[in-house]
């Protein structure tokens, strides 16, 4: 299990960048894990779109106890169960049901649903949620979402996700409402293939090092 239990602001405080993981393999979870804290990596997300994802989930939690750990892709109020069985932190969904807006509050697991229209920020609103993934940032509107969203949303906070690259980051990091930047490539699936741990080590330096406005 995780040995300290965060609210989502503030495991989302962490870091400007989380790591979004699609692991297959959970046999090099633990190295992964490793290799991305010492890059100053400290919250990352292993989706639930493998086989292997919650094996991976709880191989990561041994290695870095110091990390926090989301599982994401969360569709189903089962799934929430399954994370959080296997020590997720938190959890993270590409969007929200009532179901899964009651599975989680009823287990207290740290969340972000996810949105991408005013309608889906108002429902997340009523169920008490106030961060958010904004997901797919890129075809969404990006940047220009944030901002259109800023005045008409000030309690809320979000995390964009989706075809964000590193050249893209510092305009979203600049929004006062977006905390933290999710995406894939700072694991590449050829650098995970050839467990090539100081490569993923040096891309975690890089996401660490972005600043927040
Ligand atoms: C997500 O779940 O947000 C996407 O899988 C992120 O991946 P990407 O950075 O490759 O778009």
């Known amino acids: 299990m995780a040995t300290t ?19 297959a393999d959970a046999s090099v979870a633990g190295d992964l ?23 991976a989930l709880k191989a990561m939690v041994a290695a870095a106890p110091e990390a926090s750990i989301g599982v994401g892709t969360l569709l189903t109020a089962a799934d929430v169960s399954r994370a959080q069985d296997a020590g997720a932190a938190f959890g993270v969904s590409p969007g929200l ?3 899964l807006a009651q599975a989680v509050r009823s287990c207290g697991l ?17 169920f008490g949620f106030r961060e958010m993934k904004l997901f797919p940032a ?3 509107g990006g940047v220009a979402w944030l901002q259109a969203m800023g005045p008409v949303f ?10 964000i690259k590193p ?6 990091l600049a929004e006062p409402n977006c905390t933290t930047v999710g995406g894939s490539w700072v694991v ?13 080590e040096k891309l975690a330096r890089q996401a660490a090092a972005f600043a927040r406005a």
Not at 33 to 55: M, N, P, W
Not at 110 to 121: D, L, N, R, Y
Not at 167 to 172: Q, T, W
């Open 138 to 140: 890129n075809v969404s």
């Open 154 to 163: 000030p309690d809320v906070v979000f995390c964009p996700t989706g075809g």
């Open 188 to 200: 590449p699936k050829d650098k995970l293939a050839a467990k090539d741990w100081a490569g993923i």
């Open 97 to 99: 049901t009532r179901d």
């Open 5 to 23: 239990m965060r609210t989502m602001r503030e495991i989302l405080a962490r870091g400007p960048v989380m790591p979004i993981l699609t692991i």
């Open 33 to 55: 894990a490793r290799a991305l804290v010492a890059g100053g990596v400290s919250t990352f997300e292993v989706v639930l779109r493998t086989q292997g994802a919650l094996d």
């Open 110 to 126: 740290p969340f972000i649903p996810g949105v991408a229209t005013a309608s889906e920020i108002m429902q997340a609103r009523e």
């Open 167 to 172: 050249a893209d980051i510092p305009a979203f």
